[in-house]
């Protein structure tokens, strides 16, 4: 994980993505655009791993953050983002705004356990799937 630049220097847009799949998502559609770390160092153990200083840093100069939230991530993730986020940065949550689009949330198999596609971690917590939106018709 790269530190973050001086905000005051670059005037290049600093996101923050809790893992390195959000990370990379980003990556993918900013490119250049953007400068994007990740919380969570890649082969870390999300459900164990706490956020250093540097981490609670980039979060304090970052202009976006990304976070699933729906439990899929752990709670001092959660907190690190809201607590050290600028006031003027928005968060995206990325289970929920998927769900505001159209996205059908599937339940976790602890709440449903005939649904095949949640599954549970070690930690107990179980993450909800979601299906992507349905194609709009052109009239």
């Known amino acids: 994980m790269r530190a973050a630049p001086d905000p005051a220097s670059d005037g290049e847009l600093r996101v923050v ?8 998502f980003v ?3 900013a490119g250049d655009r953007a400068h994007v770390t990740q919380m969570v160092p890649n082969g870390a153990d999300p459900h ?30 959660i907190r690190a ?17 998927a769900a505001k689009n159209g996205a059908t949330i599937l339940p976790s198999s602890k709440t449903a356990p005939s649904t095949p596609r ?9 993450a909800p799937t979601w299906e992507p ?6 009239t």
Request: proline share 5%; glycine share 6%.
């Open 118 to 126: 949640g599954s549970a971690c070690a930690c107990g917590a179980t």
């Open 81 to 97: 983002l809201d607590s050290n986020l600028p006031a003027g940065s928005r968060s995206v949550s990325v289970a929920e705004e």
């Open 48 to 77: 164990s791993w706490e956020p250093s200083l540097r981490t609670v840093r980039d979060v304090a100069y970052a202009d976006v953050a990304f976070s699933n939230y729906l439990m899929l991530e752990e709670h001092a993730l």
């Open 17 to 24: 993505a809790t893992t390195g799949i959000l990370a990379d």
């Open 27 to 29: 990556r993918g559609v």
């Open 133 to 138: 939106p349905a194609p709009r018709r052109s």
